[in-house]
């Protein structure tokens, strides 16, 4: 539970709320108590043949000849206590002395109780002999009136603090999932693929929700339930204590059980989240990759695979289900088995006209029925709360578990440091990229890989002692076939990851030392992975440089070739794309990533086979406009495209992870078997 007590501080902002929300629970319970102390006087008065006035003075002339009774018999005892003390003291004498004082101090506390009850009755005579009828039956009204406007009041109270409970409940989520989300983005590119989006979601929805109603289990009913039995149990106290006890015993039976059930809820819970996530997961796949499973034919193969995991799903809820159906009917039975415990006692007492049973001490006095009655109802009154009780500690396990799998995520830390407080990259006048100067070095060159080694598993190398050197305004073109490294060493220079050994320097720098942010604000990415996210043209432009002009948007656009096609759509700029683009072809959206890259207008641009899922002839265009876009720019990229290496000031080959040769087309040409194999008829670089 220590994930689930640490989710409670986003509460804490809140507290205010809270503590009314604790005073409307505590006036409820009070009011709720309250109303059951009518069923005494709802009784007397059915049975009463005169007035409830009448009825009051003859209790207390009863309790009065009981005091005067008693005091007589306390005269006797003290009379029969000097006596003794004037006897010579021996063992017998001694042994008399001690039972005289027991039987006095008994005595004077029989007489003190029914003093106290005397005053009790009194104040009652003063309240009927001020507020009520003398009538027995309009007396009942405003009785009856009475427990009306009592109960109005509690559900006033009880609407006060559930709405005060929830306010708090979702303000301390909302903050939460920013919270979430922030921590999230925070972490690596390599963390996201190790959960998965999918198990991601699960958490942010499921989770948060399963979270949220343990937290509003535990402000709302843990307050307000025990609150109202602590009433009835005062209450019932007041009646007979004795009798209450008799029935609290049930409290540690209960509580041990609701240990035991509460901590194989939290397993159960915790289990059935995680099928929850591995719905999310076939749904996205399948979703998001429709086409090829209509293309495929895969539909029942793809029905079956999520039939079997929603039973999975379907029967872990149900152990959820099982046991917390079971924990009500358990407290239950525990409650009636110690409520006929105190009224077997009870009705002894009261049928017997005596005040002890099986020799415990049960009254002073016995008990009248209706005395009875109410206490029966009070103990009956306290089951209720204790019995919802059950399902809340259940829900608290279950918000538990939730807490657990949502914490395991915002504890994560990235292993890419942002390191603040690093030297900032900045761009001169011209448009060159500046660093803070480097002691011993005057011209470093902008890109330097030193002995740079990285796996994404132990024992299985995808870079190995790469080392090279880039100067400002270099084209390098990477090729090399599939699982070369490409991606991998592309994926250095902005720190998506880090090397395991070596170092990637810039202008002299260690990356790792450099600020982050103002390292990838100098940097431009188009990928093979087409991102548009669901706004409009112009939002995903400007996604980059949200501080750019609508002027600026439209030149990146033109310069991109994806002018013209946007002027064509009905709202032109303002034309929405669809989730992931989906309003627009493959050739459209690339034009409009690479005016995204080109509004930006980085130092470094990185490309990574960004012409992979065009038509020929959006990518004649994309490359005329990158052709442009890159002259006097640093730039890296990846291609499988013989024509695009026209661009490229030098390239490199990769082969396993090392490089094989790093030079202009022509020597390579000459030198390299595995660049003359790639660029021959059928090779990955072979124009299609």
């Known amino acids: ?32 108590g309250l109303n059951f102390t009518c069923i005494y006087p709802t009784l007397k008065l059915l049975h009463a043949e005169t007035s409830l006035l009448a009825e009051v003075d003859v209790l207390i002339a009863g309790i009065q000849r009981d005091i005067d009774k008693v005091e007589l018999g306390l005269e006797g005892l003290q009379t029969k206590a000097r006596e003794l003390d004037r006897m010579v003291s021996n063992r017998y004498s001694e042994q008399m002395r001690r039972d005289a004082t027991r039987d006095l101090v008994k005595q004077e506390s029989r007489v003190e109780n029914l003093r106290r009850s005397l005053y009790h009755h009194r104040l009652v005579r003063k309240f009927v002999q001020d507020w009520l009828p003398l009538d027995p039956f309009h007396t009942l009204g405003v009785v009856l009136g009475f427990v009306l406007v009592a109960v109005v009041l509690k559900c006033c109270f009880e609407f006060c603090q559930d709405w005060l409970v929830g ?19 925070r972490q690596d590119a390599d963390q996201f693929g190790d959960r998965g989006s999918a ?51 049930m409290v540690p039976i209960a509580g041990y059980l609701l240990g035991r059930i509460g901590r194989t809820m939290k397993q159960a819970t915790r289990k059935m989240l995680e099928r929850v996530s591995n719905i ?48 009500g009917p358990a407290i239950e039975i525990l409650g009636v088995a110690a409520i006929v415990l105190a009224l077997m006692a009870g009705s002894y007492l009261v049928l017997r006209k005596q005040t002890s049973f099986m020799g415990l001490k049960f009254s002073e006095q016995p008990l009248e029925a209706e005395a009875l009655l109410q206490l029966y109802v009070l103990l009956a009154a306290i089951a209720d709360p204790v019995r919802k009780l059950s399902s809340v500690f259940t829900k608290i396990q279950a918000g538990g578990a939730a807490a657990d799998r949502i914490f395991e995520c915002l504890d994560r830390e990235p292993r890419i440091i942002g390191n603040s407080d690093g030297p900032r990259l900045a761009r001169s006048e011209d448009g060159q990229l500046e660093a803070p100067p480097v002691r011993g070095i005057l011209h470093p060159p902008l890109i330097e890989f030193r002995d740079v080694c990285f796996s994404y598993d132990p024992g299985r190398p995808i870079l190995s ?64 992975d087409i991102v548009l996210f669901d706004d409009t043209i112009h939002g995903n432009i400007a996604y980059g440089a949200r ?29 929405p794309v669809g989730e992931c683009g989906g309003k627009l072809s493959g050739g459209q959206k690339q034009r409009i990533c690479l005016a995204r890259a080109i509004l ?6 990185l490309l990574d086979e960004f012409t992979s899922q065009t038509d020929a002839e959006s990518e004649t265009l994309i490359h005329r406009a990158m052709a442009d876009f890159v002259r006097g720019r640093t730039t890296f990229m990846i291609t499988h495209r013989m024509h695009t290496l026209e661009m490229a000031s030098r390239i490199m080959v990769l082969d396993h992870g090392h490089i094989v040769a790093f030079g202009t087309e022509e020597e390579l040409l000459r030198v390299c078997p595995v660049f003359q194999r790639l660029s021959e008829p059928g090779g990955e670089l072979h124009a299609a």
């Open 465 to 528: 002692h790469m080392s090279f050197k880039v100067h400002r305004g270099e084209t390098i073109a990477i090729v090399g076939g599939n699982g070369s490294g490409k991606s991998t060493l592309l994926s250095l220079l902005p720190r998506f990851r880090d090397p395991d050994h070596g170092s990637v320097m810039i202008l002299g720098h260690d990356l790792r030392s450099i600020n982050l942010r103002s390292l990838r604000h100098n940097l431009g990415l188009v990928s093979q």
């Open 547 to 575: 501080g750019a002009t609508r002027e600026q948007v439209e030149q990146a656009a033109t310069r991109a070739f994806a002018h013209d096609f946007i002027t064509r759509l009905a709202q032109g700029y303002d034309t």
């Open 199 to 249: 198990d991601l979601m699960s958490r942010f929805t499921t989770d948060m929700e399963a979270l949220g109603l343990g937290t509003k289990t535990l402000f709302g009913r843990v307050v307000a339930e025990p609150l109202k039995a602590v009433a009835c149990v005062v209450l019932a106290c007041m009646i007979s204590w004795q009798l209450t006890l008799l029935f609290l015993i």
């Open 600 to 605: 930006r207008d980085p130092a470094i641009l």
């Open 280 to 327: 999310y997961r076939i749904l996205q796949e399948v979703l998001g990759g429709i086409k090829v499973v209509k293309a495929y034919t895969t539909e029942p193969r793809e029905r079956m695979r999520f039939r079997e995991a929603t039973r999975d799903y379907y029967n872990r809820a149900m152990r959820v289900v099982k046991i917390d159906s079971l924990t």
């Open 1 to 32: 539970m220590k994930n689930f007590l640490r989710s409670l501080r986003f509460a804490w902002p809140y507290r205010g709320r809270l503590i009314v929300s604790v005073i409307c629970a505590v006036m409820a319970a009070a009011l709720w």
């Open 167 to 185: 306010s708090v409940i979702n303000l301390g989520l909302f903050d939460l999932r920013n919270e979430f989300f922030r921590k999230v983005l």
